[in-house]
């Protein structure tokens, strides 16, 4: 496993848009400014504003961006500006050699988590599923994002709920705050009090399930594996989560992590079933612990080792995410 190093002040950071370009030219004032606020230096993709329907440029245009950051070694981290599905098209023209010859720090979701995922099995690098640069709306959020990228030796750990809190220990958790009776979808003979360790991998369920079936697609075996999604029908979640299933990539997971999955609902379709009632019935047919209700607002690093305890719904790391 390759780990990058932890960020120090004044370091720089690559922006590109791997997929849409961004809706409007000030928005990339906006990153540069909360780059800048965040006590680094912010590097432009060449081709950050160029245009191809929609999406930043053509394929070759935005993969060049990445090959830059990718081969520069001043360059020790890289953000993406925006998502869109157009990340997808550009696995076949990056240079995954030159990153792992310059491993840096990788942050994506959402659309990106393609990106990111296929760069970590690519490479065997370390990459880490948190926000777009211009997802970023209070300082609070961009406060935490500092204090992770800048100490290797932070510690945390995550709870179902939605409550940051911070300890004395400077550990980061979230309180638990179940507000229904989800977590009995685990599966009880399962919950004996014996926690589970395993390589964490994960992302954006829809970007994920596209990497299936090319040389791209992450193996999840033996892992705890992370999901959410937003804005999509409940119907269509069904399909990809099932494509997992016949796909082969659930039978040997050792747990499973929803999100939110916010704002995922029937939108009109046939199907009134909620999301953890779409993946009961294979997470009870595989005997996978789950649980439900995770919030994944802050950095999810991907490819180090966590432990999860089904009892009280917490995920901690075990294993340090920066050399």
């Keep these: 496993m390759i780990k990058p190093l932890k960020l120090n002040p004044g370091d720089k950071i690559g922006l590109t848009c791997p997929g849409d370009r961004p809706y ?24 950050i504003l160029k245009s191809d329907g929609y999406l930043a440029g053509s394929d070759q245009e935005r993969a060049y961006d990445l090959n ?15 998502g869109g599905y157009g990340s997808l ?48 709306q209070h300082k609070s959020q961009l406060e935490n994002l500092v204090r992770f990228l800048m100490d290797k030796e932070l510690k945390y750990s995550i709870k179902a709920g939605h409550e940051l809190l911070q300890d004395s220990s400077e550990k980061y958790f979230y309180k638990m705050d179940f507000k229904s009776d989800l977590t009995k979808t685990n599966v009880t003979n399962l919950l004996s009090g014996k926690n589970i360790r395993a390589v964490l991998y994960g992302g954006n369920l829809s970007s994920l399930v596209s990497l299936m079936g090319s040389d791209y697609m992450i193996d999840l075996n033996d892992s705890i594996m992370f999901l959410d999604d937003e804005n999509e029908r409940t119907d269509i979640l069904d399909r990809q989560f099932t494509s997992l299933y016949l796909g082969g990539h659930l039978q040997n997971i050792k747990g499973l992590l929803f999100g939110e999955f916010k704002n995922c609902n029937s939108k009109n379709s046939p199907n009134l079933f909620s999301v953890e009632e779409l993946f009961e019935d294979y997470i009870r047919e595989l005997s996978i612990p789950s649980c439900f209700n995770f919030n994944f607002i802050q950095v999810m690093p991907i490819g180090i080792k966590a432990e999860l305890n089904f009892y009280n719904g917490e995920l901690t790391f075990r294993e340090k995410h920066f050399l």
């Design 68 to 82: 830059v950051f990718f081969k520069s070694a001043d360059i020790k981290a890289i953000m993406f500006l925006t």
């Design 24 to 47: 409007h030219p000030s928005q990339i004032v906006r990153a540069l400014k909360l780059i800048e606020l965040a006590g680094f230096e912010a590097v432009l993709g060449q081709n």
């Design 89 to 136: 098209r550009l696995l076949p023209y990056l240079n995954y050699q030159s990153l792992k010859l310059n491993p840096k720090i990788i942050i994506g979701s959402k659309e990106n988590t393609a990106l990111i995922l296929a760069i970590q099995k690519m490479t065997n690098l370390v990459v880490f599923y948190g926000p777009q640069i211009l997802e970023i």
